[in-house]
């Protein structure tokens, strides 16, 4: 089973011709409300790519309209919803500006989301099938809670450091690695982790390589590029991106993780199953929105 630990959002996003700079007002036609969050676009991933009834969230949104809508887009999409509770604060709002080249700048108002604690998982029976989700939209210190509990069991964990934190300690980015047993970064992230941990460098191979050093499998995620992959013994590899002309890149990342998380979960090895995450990836790219392009299983060629 896959438990996804994490953050829910609404979407507002405005196509520009290029992201405003500090300062400058830039205009837009329209805007569009959509679904989003970390934490849901990774399980929606997760479950397009499963067979039904694997993914749970475990979440909070708030007693609004967004979250109520929220919860309605997760029951559409096969994602158990019963570790999503309300908070006296309203859903997470992500203010998302999208340019012509299909590049992204995100706000994210927290709101529900951060009032997250690990209690809501406490009647999931976490057991050594778990993979369990995190990512960095809600408080650390309930997912550091939900990673160890997972590790104790024999589950697994994946964490993906998005985004990345601006107030972190090296001691706490020590603990999340030795709780997680793959660490999925971008480049700036797994520079910035790099460097927390007492390597500046600015080769993302040099950071990955370092990463990996402390036990995890360092995932290093390159958009068109690719991932570029470092086992803690050494072994390096690199799983190619499939060519497309990206539309929106908004949520390529999550889509990558959540089908991660299904193909580890369906058994399959990791190499294999960061393939089909880099195919998915590439998909989610194809439409609009974070959630829209995202593939189901017959897309990514399972039957
Ligand atoms: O990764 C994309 C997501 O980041 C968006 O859906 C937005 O909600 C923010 O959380």
């Known amino acids: 089973m896959i438990l996804v630990f994490g953050s829910i959002n609404i979407d507002l996003v405005a196509r520009v011709a290029s992201i405003p700079r500090p300062g400058e007002t830039v205009l837009s036609p329209r805007y569009e409300t959509l679904f989003g969050g970390k934490g849901a676009n990774q399980a929606i991933a997760a479950a397009r790519a499963s067979l039904p009834r694997r993914v749970t969230i475990a979440a909070?949104?708030?007693d609004d309209a967004f979250g109520r809508s929220a919860?309605?887009?997760?029951?559409?999409n096969g994602v158990g919803a019963d570790l999503v509770t309300n908070s006296t604060e309203p859903t997470g709002c992500a203010f998302i500006t999208v340019d012509e080249h299909g590049e992204n700048a995100i706000t994210v108002a927290s709101g529900a989301n951060a009032t997250l604690t690990e209690a809501s998982i406490r009647n999931f029976g976490i057991d050594a099938s778990t993979v369990a989700v995190l990512q960095m939209e809600v408080p650390f210190p309930g997912s550091l809670s939900v990673a160890r509990q997972v590790r104790a069991v024999g589950g697994r964990v994946i964490w993906n450091l998005a985004?990345?934190?601006s107030k972190f300690s090296a001691t706490d980015l020590s603990d999340l690695v030795?709780?997680?047993?793959?660490?999925?970064?971008n480049e700036h992230e797994a520079l910035?982790?790099?460097a927390l941990l007492g390597r500046a460098t600015a080769a993302f191979e040099e950071a990955g390589s370092?990463?990996?050093r402390t036990g995890c499998i360092c995932v290093v995620t390159a958009g068109a590029r690719g991932a570029f992959v470092f086992h803690p013994?050494?072994?390096r590899e690199t799983i190619e991106a499939k060519p497309v002309q990206?539309?929106?890149t908004t949520g390529a990342g999550d889509t990558f993780v959540g089908i991660l998380a299904s193909s580890l979960d369906e058994g399959l090895p990791v190499t294999t199953a960061l393939e089909r995450a880099c195919r998915g990836a590439s998909l989610a790219c194809l439409a609009h929105g974070a959630q829209t392009g995202m593939p189901i299983r017959e897309q990514l060629g399972i039957a």
């Open 163 to 165: 985004p990345a934190p």
């Open 178 to 185: 030795n709780a997680t047993d793959i660490f999925v970064v």
């Open 60 to 62: 909070c949104v708030g």
């Open 210 to 212: 370092f990463l990996s």
């Open 233 to 235: 013994n050494g072994y």
């Open 71 to 76: 919860r309605d887009n997760l029951n559409r």
């Open 192 to 194: 910035a982790a790099a």
């Open 246 to 248: 990206p539309v929106d």
